[in-house]
């Protein structure tokens, strides 16, 4: 048999690509996540020249809760970002890690001290430029 040696490395392969996927909002369920404040705190071009204009990477912070900050991105969006601009984060229930763009805009549950501690994060980003 000799088509069985090669057989268990293509099961292989396609268990370790399968693995290597990035996980989109869409492989979740919508009730597994909550809405928080964030920032975006960098926009970039894609390095391909081919794409259009339009920036299509950025990072922003986002806030679990007043004391907890996380780091987030977003890849291929056809919007031009501004630095600054406070933005809605959805993130998973039980992973703070797995987060993704909402929507712009203020957050109806965001607190004062986040919107101090996101000033302070922006500002120490612009400072790095």
């Excluded at 909002?25 to 960098?42: A, L, P, S, W």
């Amino acid at each position: 048999m000799w088509w069985k040696g090669k057989f268990n490395y293509l099961v292989v392969l396609v268990v370790f690509f399968s693995c290597l996927k990035e996980k989109r909002y869409e492989d979740f369920n919508e009730k597994d996540f909550y809405e928080v404040q964030g920032i975006i705190t960098k926009v970039y071009q894609t390095p391909s020249v081919f794409d259009s204009s339009y920036n299509k990477l950025m990072d922003y912070t986002y806030a679990v809760n007043d004391s907890v900050f996380l780091n987030g991105s977003e890849k291929e969006f056809y919007k031009a970002w501004n630095v600054g601009d406070p933005i809605i984060v959805l993130v998973h229930k039980n992973d703070c890690k797995i987060n993704f763009y909402a929507r712009d805009g203020l957050s109806k549950n965001v607190t004062d001290e986040q919107i101090r501690q996101l000033s302070l994060v922006l500002d120490i980003e612009l400072n790095k430029n």
